[in-house]
């Protein structure tokens, strides 16, 4: 709790568990988009691969984010840390 009242940010478990869901989500949202056009369209196959590709896409973007987010973070927190201590 402390953790989100000094840096407005949620707990990294919080941030974790949401970018699992959000990958589930978009890449379902793919695989759905993809299977309409498919149907739509009759290129079998296609549709459902462009989709898991461009929900895989995006969730490693998000996880890049995330990944990016907490290293500047802990770099800045350890910083912070060290200056305290001299």
């Not at 974790?16 to 793919?30: K, R, Y």
């Given at each position: 709790?402390?953790?989100?009242?000094?840096?407005?940010?949620?707990?990294?478990?919080?941030?974790?568990?949401?970018?699992?869901?959000?990958?589930?989500?978009?890449?379902?949202?793919?695989?759905?988009?993809?299977?309409?056009?498919?149907?739509?369209?009759g290129c079998e196959p296609l549709g459902v691969l462009l989709g898991v590709f461009f929900g895989f896409i995006y969730g490693s973007y998000s996880f890049w984010k995330l990944l990016k987010m907490n290293t500047t973070t802990k770099k800045k927190k350890d910083k912070k840390d060290s200056d305290a201590s001299s």
């Open positions: 709790m402390n953790e989100q009242k000094n840096n407005n940010r949620p707990p990294s478990w919080m941030s974790t568990s949401s970018l699992g869901l959000e990958l589930a989500i978009v890449l379902g949202l793919g695989v759905w988009a993809g299977n309409k056009a498919d149907q739509k369209y």
